[in-house]
Nanobody, 122 residues
C-alpha cells in the first residue's frame, strides 16, 4: 500500500510558477514509477507527465512539454511537479499517482492522492 498526499496548489497569475509536491508513505516508494494527472471541470482526467523509479527518465504531455518538470527524491519519498509559464488552461485539480509498471493512462496507476487545486488567472 502507498498513500499519497499532494500539496503546493494555489492561485497564480498567467506566466507564473508553482511547484507541487507529492509525499508518499511507506518504504517502497522507489519501487513505483510516478505520474501526474490533472482534471478540469467537465473534462476527463488527463496525463501530465511521468517519471521512472530512479528518476532518470521522464515523459510529458505535449501540452506541458517545455514548461513542466517532474523530479523525485527517493530518500524523501517525494515527487515534484515544477510548473512554469502557467496558462489559464492549466487550471485543474492535479493528482499524483503511483504505478508498478508505468504508463500514461489513469488505468495504469494503482494509487492516487486526493488532488490539489491549481488555478491560473489571466
Amino acid at each position: 500500500q502507498v498513500q499519497l498526499v499532494e500539496s503546493g496548489g494555489g492561485l497564480v497569475q498567467a506566466g507564473g510558477s508553482l511547484r507541487l509536491s507529492c509525499a508518499a508513505s511507506g518504504r517502497t516508494f522507489s519501487r513505483y514509477a510516478m505520474g501526474w494527472f490533472r482534471q478540469a471541470p467537465g473534462k476527463e482526467r488527463e496525463f501530465v507527465g511521468t517519471i521512472n523509479r530512479s528518476g532518470g527518465s521522464t515523459a510529458y504531455a505535449d501540452s506541458v512539454k517545455g514548461r513542466f518538470t517532474i523530479s523525485r527524491d527517493n530518500a524523501k519519498n517525494t515527487v515534484y511537479l515544477q510548473m512554469d509559464s502557467l496558462k489559464p488552461e492549466d487550471t485543474a485539480v492535479y493528482y499524483c499517482a503511483a504505478t508498478s509498471y508505468g504508463g500514461i493512462t489513469p488505468h495504469a496507476y494503482d494509487y492516487w492522492g486526493q488532488g490539489t487545486q491549481v488555478t491560473v488567472s489571466s
